[in-house]
T-cell receptor, first 112, second 114 residues
Framework: EDQVTQSPEALRLQEGESSSLNCSYTVSGLRGLFWYRQDPGKGPEFLFTLYSAGEEKEKERLKATLTKKESFLHITAPKPEDSATYLCAVQEGNFGNEKLTFGTGTRLTIIP | DTGVSQNPRHKITKRGQNVTFRCDPISEHNRLYWYRQTLGQGPEFLTYFQNEAQLEKSRLLSDRFSAERPKGSFSTLEIQRTEQGDSAMYLC????????????FGPGTRLTVL
């Protein structure tokens, strides 16, 4: 069964202090790895999809990378508005499979 | 606003009552998903529609849960004889065939069972 483990559970950073969030996964054949941002009381907001090891994607202060066993979400010079829970999800590569399996998320707090 | 919409946003009910939630996907998105999220956890997959056909159901979807998408547009999720363990955020997502598997989520319906 697919497994996704995110670490740390919570992270507090000073504004401008760069760091990385980790997503380790176990899946038999990866179709895609997804990063979402979720604000309290709201639905997840799509950030990135990664498909193969070595792939990288960037959006503003965020950069996502992928290896065969894990993904990192790097946040550079974060601002208070980057505070949110960041969710990682995997999709197995079986034909017709649409299910996303999520981790429990990393709750990121940026202190002004 | 052209995103996924869900109604109601909040629902409080007593144990044993039936509840129904509605999801309107992004226009022309033919694939629609339901997930459930409890506090401190990531969303868990419940079921998936392609157009009006329900193609996948999780073991989490007990006999008390039923989902429909009668005309391939909006979808409803009904929970019969609610239990306190059903309290959660119910999330709907949609995608088009051309969106490279990226599912776009709505704001969710928060269910509280007293």
């Amino acid at each position: 069964e697919d497994q996704v483990t995110q670490s740390p559970e919570a992270l507090r950073l000073q504004e401008g202090e760069s760091s990385s969030l980790n997503c380790s996964y176990t899946v038999s054949g990866l179709r895609g790895l997804f990063w979402y941002r979720q604000d309290p009381g709201k639905g997840p907001e799509f950030l990135f999809t990664l498909y193969s090891a070595g792939e990288e994607k960037e959006k503003e202060r965020l950069k996502a990378t992928l290896t065969k066993k894990e993904s990192f979400l790097h946040i550079t010079a974060p601002k208070p508005e980057d505070s949110a829970t960041y969710l990682c999800a995997v999709q197995e590569g079986n034909f017709g499979n649409e299910k996303l399996t999520f981790g429990t998320g990393t709750r990121l707090t940026i202190i002004p | 606003d052209t995103g996924v919409s869900q109604n109601p946003r909040h629902k409080i009910t007593k144990r044993g009552q039936n509840v129904t939630f509605r999801c309107d996907p992004i226009s022309e998105h033919n694939r629609l998903y339901w997930y459930r999220q409890t506090l401190g956890q990531g969303p868990e997959f419940l079921t998936y529609f392609q157009n009006e056909a329900q193609l996948e159901k999780s073991r989490l979807l007990s006999d008390r849960f039923s989902a429909e998408r009668p005309k391939g547009s909006f979808s409803t999720l009904e929970i019969q004889r609610t239990e306190q363990g059903d309290s959660a955020m119910y999330l709907c997502a949609s995608r088009s065939d051309s969106s490279y598997n990226e599912q776009f989520f709505g704001p969710g319906t928060r269910l509280t069972v007293l």
